[in-house]
């Protein structure tokens, strides 16, 4: 999933009018707001849809391994935020409790991923403790080898939806038009404008 946004707005006329006669001043005063609506506003609007909706760790969502942002630079007005919708989650850490059971449960230990959706067993599973978190397996076979660690893509996936990428979108634009003319009312002060 990619979220793009273009700069294509009358909103903007006023200030880059005034802006162009400063060289190169406008599209450091774009590239920059851009910038920082993307890291900002993209980021909280990403965490905010998933969070409201899932029970999940920030770092999961937001982490290296689940989105990139590339930024503008002056010569290039062309920022995006990609959110990899192939990123997977462990299982282990939706356990509920979160050290794993206390006995060994006889169905499979509880997971809570979806808040609406309350514990669910994961059949066949079982829990492995180890000293950076709780892990969940499942075996592939009926022998005891060999075993598969579980995952989840629900909360990415969440975010693919296009109502949520409208409002992740939404708060995003918003908060370029604030940053642009934060960035341009600093520039034309610089200018003397």
């Known amino acids: 999933m990619t979220i793009e946004f273009d700069i ?7 200030k880059t009018d005034r802006l162009l006669d400063i060289p190169k001043q406008m599209e450091r ?11 900002r506003k993209g980021k909280a609007a990403a ?13 999961d969502i937001l982490g290296k391994d689940h989105v990139d942002v590339f930024k503008a630079s002056p010569g290039r007005l062309d920022a995006r935020m990609v959110i990899h919708g ?25 997971v809570l991923v979806k808040r609406s959706a309350g514990r669910k067993p994961v059949k066949g ?7 950076g978190g709780a ?11 060999p075993i598969a660690k579980m995952f989840t893509s629900a909360p990415i996936r969440h975010l693919e939806k296009d109502d949520v990428q409208d409002r992740i ?4 634009e918003e908060g370029f038009f604030q940053e642009f003319e934060r960035y341009a009312d600093h520039l034309m002060s610089k200018a003397g404008l």
Do not use: C
Request: net charge positive.
């Open 8 to 14: 294509n707005t009358k909103r903007l006329e006023e």
């Open 169 to 172: 979108y939404r708060d995003i």
């Open 29 to 39: 005063a774009v590239s920059g707001a851009m910038n920082t609506a993307l890291e």
């Open 125 to 131: 599973a079982f829990v492995k403790v180890n000293p």
């Open 47 to 59: 965490w905010r849809e998933v969070k409201d909706e899932f029970n999940v760790r920030k770092l």
């Open 135 to 145: 892990v969940v397996f499942k075996r592939e076979g009926t022998a005891r080898l």
């Open 86 to 110: 192939a990123s997977n989650i462990s299982l282990g850490h939706f356990l509920r409790p979160k050290n794993g059971p206390k006995r060994r449960p006889k169905v499979g230990p509880t």
